[in-house]
């Protein structure tokens, strides 16, 4: 089993669509857990980190269960700037320690 | 947010030359940074995390003599790539965390070996 796993994707929607991603993680000492952006042929850039009570940004919400062992991530009122693949990543130790990536999931948004 | 730099951004090299990829964080101190690695589609893989003023430690699978690592400084970190085949072509990529363990990602180099 893989250490982080997303939704395979490519996820199509229009603009204005809201749109899930789902993630779990099989270490379930993890400490702390992130959602990343990568465009195409860029380096991934942070979104958003997730807490365990939930976090918002502008469009962006984050929810973590730790009993489940999912975070998610909700993209409300898609753009078209929103087109980048989204990568769920893991830290399992805390500090200053590697990071898990999933493999990512893209998103398309079309007019 | 902090900066983090990576030379070169893409290398062309012939099989069997030796290439050194630099990281640098531009603005903070970084006792470790990280090197990945990833393939066409698919995700980021962890090759090593480079210590400064201490060896490397390498992930499982990867060689550490074709994967030199060098954490000179506190704000440089090197990889070279020695003796390269075209199966090490890949997308590599530094990070840095900051000290509230932020991890920034350096630009990525993009490595093609003919």
């Known amino acids: 089993r893989k250490e982080v796993e997303q939704d395979p994707g490519p996820f199509n929607v229009p603009e204005g669509a809201t749109v899930a991603f789902n993630c779990t993680y099989s270490n379930s000492a993890s400490q702390s857990f992130f959602w990343y952006r990568q465009d195409c042929r860029k380096e991934p850039k942070l979104l958003m980190s997730v807490y365990s009570s939930g976090n918002e940004d502008g469009r962006f919400t984050a929810q973590l269960n730790r009993a489940s062992q999912y975070i998610s991530l909700l993209i409300r009122d898609s753009k078209l700037s929103d087109s980048a693949t989204y990568l769920c990543v893991v830290n399992p130790s805390g500090g200053y320690n590697k990071l898990i990536f999933g493999a990512g999931t893209r998103l398309a948004v079309h007019p | 947010g902090a900066v983090v730099s990576q030379h070169p951004s893409r290398v062309i090299c012939k099989s069997g030359t030796s290439v050194k990829i630099e990281c640098r964080s531009l603005?903070?101190?970084?006792?470790?940074m990280f090197w990945y690695r990833q393939f066409p589609k698919q995700s980021l893989m962890l090759m090593a995390t480079s210590n400064e003023g201490s060896k490397a430690t390498y992930e499982q699978g990867v060689e550490k003599d074709k994967f030199l690592i060098n954490h000179a400084s506190l704000t440089l970190s090197t990889l070279t790539v020695t003796s390269a085949h075209p199966e090490d072509s890949s997308f590599y990529i530094c990070?840095?965390?900051?000290?509230?363990?932020?991890?920034?990602f350096g630009p990525g180099t993009r490595l093609l070996v003919l």
């Open positions: 603005d903070f101190q970084a006792t470790t």
């Open positions: 990070s840095a965390p900051t000290a509230e363990e932020t991890q920034y």
